[in-house]
């Protein structure tokens, strides 16, 4: 191959693929990146096995040139040194060649690097997919369904399914949930276009969603989504995102959200996280994150509250938009409740309880189809 | 005590005071901050008995009153907790009061915190200090010193004395050198006002003068530095800032710099530091940092070059400011040789060679008083 690409573009294209190089890859050939040079561009393809990544550098963009092939070709590059590498070269054009002995030359004015790289044909093949199951959603959208669900999912590998988001699609809704079996997230959204598409139990690492959601287009645009087998692929532009669906049945997750409340809170949501945030202060040091909440004799505030046998106690009075119910003394993991307010984009939010010892239920008023769960703990005192 | 104080005064005096507090500390109550309040304001003080750091926030600045008494008295408060839950409290004014069994009650708006502190007349007494040898110097001055030398300290904790930055002041030029035995660094600058002051193979320790140039204000002002049999202390505003002085005997380094040179190359700072970076993301990958600068046939243009038996190699042409002298070809660490660019402020640097066995000598035309060492590699090639 003999090439001349524009840095830019080269570097986007990298900045994209490297997310799925992966340092304990045992696979030596998935430390390189794989380039191939066609006479319409050039595809960088990394993969780490769980996740495929590929980005196209197309020769025209906009009218300019950015890539002028002179013979196409294929070469895996080692990727960590290639990565630094093209990031500071002095000029803006760079060139490339390499011969049949897999040795690739870069030139870019006055600096020559000669690298080794490996032959394309070792690298292992993208994965198979059927285009049969698709749709399209814009990207801010599922930009926000990831954030509101992805830091539910489990960190214990010991139950694989449980570290992915469950996909649904029925009826024109979208629906994520996750669950680390001490919490659940989850939203549904309309997918204007969706009509007679249809899809169950399809779970996709948490993890995974997030490195998506880190290359999706800061522009909002339609991203196609393909369902296979066992692969989901996310085409957003020039690259393909390919992610492996989790194999194991999702646990139903139907039954443990309660349809009444004993009692039910409204809250500022500023006001509650700064509280709920210094009662955890002090929580984390006891290494539990116990925060209790009490609602009492007054009708418009509630008692947050923590302690630790070493440091002492945090008591804070917090102002309520309304209450209606029971009163309540509930004690809860402060760092979960965290976690919902840090995704919450909306200024309240509304809480309802069924008893100390049943789940919490978080919802939006000013936002449908978002629903956080989070069990209590269950104390003596 | 019992006293109300600005929040903002009190974060700020916690920010100073924290860079001495070590979590590897043995001694239990110097994970803590020692309070005092006295009439005309509150000291914190903090320590990991190598550096200690006191930290005043008077009564009343600019007829401002930061700090109101009710009742003066000590406590050591858990310095983790502190730091972090005095930043999160709601309100402008905080207010503190405790009793004689060491709780104190921490009040802000109707944040309510009840903590568990440790007798004050535990906490270890400040280094005691003869103020008989001190001087005055600019506190940009004193940054522009620490930097140029403190990265050129030795990581080794085996010989100590290394780890530490030589310092010497007479005939009013106050000197830092530091060496790892492998480069050395050193700058010379006169400090007016010293005169008849004077003090030889005082050593303190490089990361504590980086801790110190972190609390350094940003405004320039004078600082005084009193240096004692053991202690340093030096005197800035409000903050005082003590640290050890190093035992052992610094080695003579004097005889190491050659006075005179085979080479002398003149390069731009920013060409010069673009080629060797890229040559040490090759280098890097055999740990051994190598890098080789040949000045053969061509008068204005150097080869810098790098290889890697795994990888490849980097080969660049850079054009030089001017070449006096032999033909040269030498290897050395390019990490050290980044180190010092990193620092050099100026556009052009002068490299003194006396062969390629032989230290390398970095110097600023346009700065004096700075020079840099760095040793060659003997490699075979």
Redesign the interface.
Known sequence: MKFTIQKAQLNEAIQHVSRAISNRTTVPILLGIKMDVHHDGVTLTASDTDIWIQSFVPTQTNEETVVQVEKTGSIVV?AK?FI??IR???TKDIHMISDNRQ?ILITSG???????GLDSDEYPSLPRISEKNSFSISSHLLDHMIHQVSFAVSANESTPVLTGVLWNLKDEILKFVATDRHRLASIEKKIPGSEGKEFQHIVISGKNLNELSKILPEQDGMIDVVVSENQVLFRLGQVLFYTRILDGTYPDTSKIIPQSYRTELSFHVK?LS??I??AY??SR?EKTNIVRLTSEDHPTQVEISSSSN?????????EIIRSVGEQLRISFNSKYMLDVLRVIKQDTIHIGFTGAMSPMILKCEAEEGILHLILPYRTTN
Chains 1, 2 share one sequence.
């Open positions: 080692p040194f630094e590498i500071k070269l002095p040795q006055s600096t020559e690097i000669q690298l080794t006001p700064d509280a945030e210094r202060l002090l040091e070493e440091l002492g106690k945090v008591i804070e009075q917090l």
